[in-house]
């Protein structure tokens, strides 16, 4: 079983910066592939971001696309969310999330963001 915690949330302005990590316990994490996902007020949960188990390939989704980067650290059991040029839609409780094959998906508590205009 793996348990997520994330950190790094909180209030910017538009155009400023915010990195999200999301710190893992439990073995094999390097066996995971990890994603974020966000959560606006009265929206479905999003796709943000994924990063396969070894950290060599990644995918956005367009609206992100260029401003944010995900990238893992096996040796800290650690993903992050490196957020630039944020907009006040960005704004959202961001979760992540890890996933293998044959194993049942894994959730942080969230950590919310929230960008000013």
């Known amino acids: 079983q793996v348990q997520l915690i994330e950190s790094g949330g909180g209030l910017v302005q538009a155009g400023g910066s915010l990195r999200l990590s999301c710190a893992a316990s439990?073995?094999?994490?390097?066996?995971?592939?990890m994603a974020w996902f966000r959560q606006a007020p009265g929206k479905e949960r999003e796709f943000v971001a994924t990063i396969t188990r070894s950290g060599r390939s990644t995918n956005y989704a367009d609206s992100v696309k260029g401003r944010f980067t995900i990238s893992k650290d096996n040796a800290k059991n650690t993903v992050y969310l490196q957020m630039n040029s944020l907009k006040p839609e960005d704004t959202a409780v961001y979760y992540c999330?890890?996933?293998?094959?044959?194993?049942?998906?894994?959730w942080g508590q969230g950590t919310q963001v929230t960008v000013s205009s």
């Open positions: 439990g073995r094999a994490f390097s066996t995971y592939d």
């Open positions: 999330c890890a996933r293998r094959t044959g194993d049942s998906e894994y």
